[in-house]
């Protein structure tokens, strides 16, 4: 695997909506006082082989939204597109790589008529999505849930890879509100990681 440039990396950054806040470091920048090295390591691991990464935990600051864009930019980094004519391969456009808030989602979705259906089509066809702050959508919009609900779905059925981060905090509480079917997807194409601890945004 070949290292992207400095460029490249700001452009995959950049295209895929990563937050600025996290678009510097790497897997081995990140705080072990904060998340376990062995974890850190499992994370990067199940990225590269595009494994779908729950990241859960009431607490705000504890590492879900930086491990999740983490392992959007490690998929990304061992994407291969098919051979050329003359047999070269090069990773996927940054633009098939998205990080999107859940809030940011539920609207995009619940555009009425075939703005919903424009917007849905565009989404499927992400190699990657990061939804974050899945959980909290509920009193967005009365189709919000669903909606979201069917994008992942509809992700899972594409053989494409999906990263959550969410306040909740036992995976019962994800099957009670959502039920059985998404935490067998979930556990089928990768695993739940539960996180604690303090915020490191207060860390003095």
């Not at 460029?7 to 990140?30: A, C, M, V």
């Not at 790589?97 to 809030?103: C, K, L, M, N």
């Not at 079917?181 to 915020?199: K, N, T």
Request: aromatic share 10%; charged share 25%; net charge negative.
């Amino acid at each position: 695997m070949n290292l992207p440039t400095e460029q490249e990396r700001d452009i995959f950054l950049y295209k895929s909506n990563t937050p600025l806040e996290y678009h510097s470091g790497w897997f081995n920048t990140i705080d072990t006082d904060y998340i376990a090295d062995d974890r850190v390591k499992a994370v990067a691991d199940m990225a590269k082989d595009r494994k779908w990464l729950a990241f859960m935990g009431q607490q705000a600051g504890i590492g879900k939204t930086l491990l999740a864009c983490r392992s959007l930019e490690m998929a990304w980094l061992h994407s291969e597109t098919q051979p050329d004519a003359v047999g070269n391969k090069s990773r996927h456009h940054p633009e098939q790589y998205q990080f999107y808030s859940v809030r940011n989602i539920a609207m995009r979705l619940c555009l009425s008529g075939v703005g919903y259906q424009d917007e849905f089509d565009k989404l499927n066809k992400l190699k990657a999505i990061v939804i974050d702050e899945f959980g909290s959508e509920g009193g967005m919009h009365p189709n919000a849930k669903e909606r979201v609900l069917n994008l992942i779905w509809d992700m899972y059925d594409r053989n494409r890879m999906v990263i959550l981060t969410s306040p909740i905090s036992t995976i019962e509480e994800i099957e009670n509100q959502y039920g059985g079917g998404l935490v067998s997807r979930i556990q089928q194409r990768g695993s739940f990681m539960l996180l604690s601890g303090q915020d490191y945004r207060l860390k003095g």
